[in-house]
Structures are given as structure tokens and as C-alpha cells.
């Protein structure tokens, strides 16, 4: 008996909640547009009959018929049809459920960004600054990727890793925005201990395909390693690294002063170190003034670095049609059934 009800009685009931019905896709979902019909069909038999009563003349002996609730019992086999009918359509629009499975052949690539976070990267002349402007388009970035495993690396005068090798693109998002100005309390710009933790992130990585992407709006000002040498040992391990100059040199926009004019601070950005390391490390140069070059840049890099993964997808379709159609036959053998009744007014019919 508990194998019946499991496995008959328990979806039958369970296809007619509403949070169920709404978690099917649909074959046929125009079928669905005959349940307002059959709705206003029985609106329309019920306005019929009740016309042919008030022309029905019936003379009575003495004073007016009284109503009586009994007299609702009446609607209980229209009610029985409507809803045999209303089963009917949706088992005519074959309720489905699609289950979907995804192999994965290949391996990814394994990138680390490192992104520079020092006080510099607060000029504006990228919107709304430089460093919400690479946070924007490394996020794009990262939904764009499939396979791949991401890491993010963040310095000023100093570098840690933010968070590991990770297929986890959620994680990396929110990790992404919650890079902030002052995260790391040492300033400066140090490029070439900032590679070295991207190279001991790397350098163990089971893939044969290891990247890095530098963005930095200075020149090195910081930490014990020389940037082209953190470049040599970066090549050492097989990792390709691509330099992103962020920000035009010159005066550059910072903020307003105490009387609300625009303020202008002097910047440069070391091109030369930059163009070495990415030579060093056998990928390119990119210099991104502005908001739209630096999206080109990214979308450059993401078509440079594709990884070889192979989808291979198997859907298989799960109907549930025949519940709504048990439904349905029981439905209307209960109305026939019921029709020999005395719930029926035989001077309707």
C-alpha cells in the first residue's frame, strides 16, 4: 500500500499544487489558453439557465418558494465537469520536465589576476575611477570564462592572494567587488612581489595552459623584488603574463577641492617595465586610457586565451500528462455517475 501511494497517488495529489504546476514547461502551452474558455463556458450554461427559470412560469398554491442551501447541491456536477475538463486541457498541454546532463572533456585555462589596489588607482580618468573601472571589466571577464580556474591577486606595497584557483565564479565576483582602496594598509606599487605571489600560485597548477594578467596604473615603488626578475621566475614555470597600463600620463582629474573645483594630481605610468615584463613573459602590452579601450583589452585577452573544453549535453524529457488525464476520466465518470443523482435538477437538463 505505501508503494502505491509513493508511487501513484502521491504524484497525483502533488500535480495539483500551484508551486508544482508552475515548475513544468509545456509542449503545447497554447493549449492552456482553453482554461478561461471552459471557464466562461460554464459562466455562460449557468447565465443560459438561470434566464430559462425566470421565463419558466410555476404556479404555486400559496405564497413565494423559499430558497434553501440545499439548492446549491445542484452545481456540484457542473462543477465535477468543469474540472474533468480543466484536466483534460492540461493534460493536452503535456507537462514536462527536462533533465539535463553535462559532460566536460578537456581542461581549462589557470589565470590569476592581479589587480593593483594603491591610492593611485583612485584618479579618475576612468569612470567612476581606475580601479571601479577594472573591477567592472574583470567581472566581465570572469562570465565570460567556461572551465577555467581563477585566481585573484591584490597589491599595493604589498601583495597577498585573495582567493586561490577557483571554478567558483559566484566566489570570485564578490571577491572581485569587494576589492577596495586602503585594503592593503602599506602603499605603493610593488609589480614584482605581486608576480611572485601569482607565480607561487601558479607554478603548481596541474594545467598545461598558466596565465597571468597584471593591471597597474604606476611603476614599481615597492617590495624586495625586482619586477623583471619576478618576470624570468614567472616564465620559468610556464606562465604567459599579460601587462594592462591603466590611466593617461600627465594631469589627470582627483577629486574636488574645499571649494568644490576640480583637483589634478601628476601621474605616470612606467610603459617600459611594463612592455618587459609581458616581453619576459611572452604575452603583450596593453595601455588603457579609458573605459572602452580597457573593455577592448579584456575582450582581446579572453579571445587570445581559449580553453579546450568540450560540452557534450544529454536531455531526456519527463512527462506528466497522464496524471492530469487520470484526473480527468475519474472526473467525468464521477460527473455521469452523478448525473443519475438527485443532485441534479431535472427540470434544468
Given at each position: 500500500m505505501d508503494q502505491f501511494w509513493q508511487h501513484f497517488l502521491a504524484p497525483l495529489f502533488d500535480g495539483l499544487r500551484y508551486s508544482t504546476l508552475t515548475s513544468y514547461t509545456w509542449a503545447h502551452p497554447r493549449a492552456l489558453l482553453l482554461l478561461p474558455a471552459v471557464v466562461l463556458l460554464?459562466?455562460?450554461?449557468?447565465?443560459?439557465?438561470?434566464?430559462?427559470?425566470?421565463?419558466?412560469?410555476?404556479?404555486?398554491?400559496?405564497?413565494?418558494a423559499r430558497g434553501h442551501w440545499s439548492a446549491l447541491l445542484r452545481f456540484i456536477p457542473d462543477i465535477v465537469l468543469g474540472l474533468s475538463l480543466m484536466a483534460g486541457v492540461l493534460a493536452l498541454a503535456r507537462p514536462q520536465r527536462p533533465d539535463?546532463?553535462?559532460?566536460?572533456?578537456?581542461?581549462?585555462?589557470?589565470?590569476?589576476?592581479?589587480?593593483?589596489?594603491?591610492?593611485?588607482?583612485?584618479?579618475?580618468?576612468?569612470?567612476?575611477?581606475?580601479l571601479e573601472a577594472a573591477k567592472r571589466v574583470a567581472q566581465a571577464f570572469v562570465q565570460g570564462r567556461r572551465g577555467d580556474r581563477i585566481g585573484l591577486v591584490a597589491f599595493?606595497?604589498?601583495?597577498?592572494?585573495?582567493?586561490?584557483?577557483?571554478?567558483?565564479?559566484?566566489l570570485l565576483q564578490e571577491e572581485l567587488q569587494g576589492l577596495r582602496l586602503g585594503l592593503i594598509p602599506t602603499d605603493g606599487t610593488a609589480i614584482g612581489t605581486a608576480l611572485g605571489v601569482a607565480t607561487?600560485?601558479?607554478?603548481?597548477?596541474?594545467?598545461?595552459?598558466?596565465?597571468?594578467?597584471?593591471?597597474?596604473?604606476?611603476?614599481?615603488?615597492?617590495?624586495?623584488?625586482?619586477?623583471?626578475?619576478?618576470?624570468?621566475?614567472?616564465?620559468t614555470f610556464g606562465l604567459r603574463i599579460y601587462t594592462i597600463g591603466l590611466g593617461k600620463d600627465g594631469r589627470v582629474p582627483y577629486g574636488k577641492d574645499e571649494l568644490g573645483r576640480p583637483r589634478y594630481v601628476e601621474t605616470r605610468l612606467d610603459e617600459t617595465?611594463?612592455?618587459?615584463?609581458a616581453s619576459v613573459g611572452e604575452g603583450q602590452f596593453f595601455r588603457a586610457t579609458d573605459n572602452t579601450a580597457l573593455q577592448r583589452i579584456f575582450t582581446r585577452i579572453n579571445g587570445l586565451e581559449q580553453s579546450e573544453i568540450k560540452?557534450?549535453?544529454?536531455?531526456?524529457?519527463?512527462?506528466?500528462?497522464?496524471y492530469y488525464l487520470y484526473w480527468c476520466l475519474g472526473l467525468w465518470l464521477l460527473w455521469l455517475a452523478l448525473k443519475n443523482t438527485f443532485l441534479t435538477n431535472a427540470m434544468e437538463d
Open positions: 460554464f459562466l455562460l450554461r449557468e447565465g443560459l439557465a438561470q434566464h430559462r427559470r425566470q421565463q419558466l412560469g410555476v404556479a404555486f398554491v400559496r405564497g413565494q539535463e546532463r553535462v559532460e566536460q572533456s578537456g581542461r581549462g585555462i589557470d589565470i590569476v589576476l592581479v589587480v593593483d589596489v594603491s591610492a593611485s588607482m583612485e584618479l579618475q580618468d576612468l569612470r567612476p575611477n581606475r599595493a606595497g604589498d601583495a597577498y592572494s585573495v582567493l586561490p584557483l577557483t571554478t567558483d565564479y559566484e607561487n600560485r601558479l607554478r603548481a597548477a596541474p594545467g598545461h595552459a598558466r596565465v597571468c594578467i597584471l593591471l597597474s596604473d604606476g611603476e614599481n615603488t615597492a617590495g624586495a623584488l625586482d619586477p623583471l626578475t619576478a618576470a624570468q621566475l614567472a616564465h617595465t611594463m612592455r618587459q615584463i560540452l557534450t549535453r544529454y536531455r531526456n524529457t519527463h512527462d506528466y500528462y497522464r
